[in-house]
């Protein structure tokens, strides 16, 4: 299938959400009602950055679908590596980090939002946003950065053809099952003292210890107990 390329949508996500049907990419230069996860918004000024939305089916399984955010970190992980030689981290669940000369930290450089469209056959609609040439200025938060600020030039239509690419080989690993390490390997959660906080609920604090087979973050608890998180908003503490 050909992937879409519009000037200006509201959202890639919610276009596809529209007309779901597998297979299917769209990709806009500007998002006038970007989304990100946990109800935020995503902005970005025109041209500055990719946002990409692609739709595939999903396992019947909903056991698996947990998944899913991991396999496409990775998918940015390779593309990101392969056009730049940006250090590169996957943040769990959802985000793909970058250190660079000017900044001596990890910091969000792509995001990733995933919309499951129930019914017989459900579909995923897979939404990237990946930082390309936004200026400090630019970006809404201190812990972003983009590409260009990483010292890396790569065409945003490069970028584009090099994550449809990924993403179908690197859901065909998943299908698989040949995932999980590559992603353990390349994820930065693991290892750290981390909050995790779901909304409204509690914040959970422990050291992330793995990732399990359902895709969840395993907290290792003061009290002891191994605990695994399915979804949340993490900070890494240390
Ligand atoms: C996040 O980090 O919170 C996820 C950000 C996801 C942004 C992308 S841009 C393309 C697609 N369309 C949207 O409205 N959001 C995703």
């Given at each position: 299938?050909?992937?879409?390329?519009?000037?200006?949508?509201?959202?890639?996500?919610?276009?596809?959400?529209?007309?779901?049907?597998?297979?299917?990419?769209?990709?806009?230069?500007?998002?006038?009602?970007?989304?990100?996860?946990?109800?935020?918004?995503?902005?970005?000024?025109?041209?500055?950055?990719?946002?990409?939305?692609?739709?595939?089916?999903?396992?019947?399984?909903?056991?698996?679908?947990?998944?899913?955010?991991?396999?496409?970190?990775?998918?940015?992980?390779?593309?990101?590596?392969?056009?730049?030689?940006?250090?590169?981290?996957?943040?769990?669940?959802?985000?793909?980090l970058?250190?660079?000369?000017?900044?001596?930290?990890?910091?969000?450089?792509?995001?990733?939002?995933?919309?499951?469209?129930?019914?017989?056959?459900?579909?995923?609609?897979?939404?990237?946003?990946?930082?390309?040439?936004?200026?400090?200025?630019?970006?809404?938060?201190?812990?972003?950065?983009?590409?260009?600020?990483?010292?890396a030039v790569?065409?945003?239509?490069?970028?584009?053809?090099?994550?449809?690419?990924?993403?179908?080989?690197?859901?065909?690993?998943?299908?698989?099952?040949?995932?999980?390490?590559?992603?353990?390997?390349?994820?930065?959660?693991?290892?750290?003292?981390?909050?995790?906080?779901?909304?409204?609920?509690?914040?959970?604090?422990?050291?992330?210890?793995?990732?399990?087979?359902?895709?969840?973050?395993?907290?290792?608890e003061?009290?002891?107990?191994?605990?695994?998180?399915?979804?949340?908003?993490?900070?890494?503490?240390?």
């Amino acid at each position: 299938a050909g992937i879409d390329v519009r000037d200006e949508v509201g959202s890639t996500n919610e276009e596809l959400m529209r007309d779901a049907r597998p297979f299917t990419a769209l990709t806009a230069d500007f998002q006038s009602a970007g989304r990100g996860r946990l109800d935020r918004v995503w902005q970005a000024p025109p041209g500055s950055s990719v946002a990409l939305s692609v739709s595939m089916p999903l396992p019947s399984d909903p056991a698996r679908w947990g998944w899913v955010p991991l396999l496409v970190g990775v998918a940015l992980r390779r593309s990101l590596r392969r056009l730049t030689d940006v250090e590169l981290g996957l943040k769990w669940p959802n985000d793909v980090l970058a250190r660079a000369t000017l900044h001596d930290e990890w910091r969000k450089v792509a995001g990733i939002l995933c919309n499951v469209v129930g019914g017989t056959e459900p579909l995923v609609i897979i939404g990237m946003g990946i930082n390309v040439y936004q200026s400090r200025e630019e970006l809404p938060l201190p812990e972003a950065t983009s590409l260009s600020l990483c010292g890396a030039v790569v065409s945003r239509e490069e970028l584009i053809a090099t994550v449809l690419e990924e993403l179908s080989s690197t859901s065909a690993a998943w299908v698989d099952g040949s995932l999980d390490h590559t992603y353990r390997a390349s994820c930065v959660t693991i290892g750290q003292q981390v909050q995790i906080s779901l909304g409204d609920g509690p914040v959970e604090i422990g050291r992330a210890v793995a990732v399990d087979e359902m895709g969840r973050i395993v907290l290792q608890e003061a009290g002891g107990g191994q605990v695994p998180h399915a979804a949340g908003d993490v900070v890494h503490v240390r």
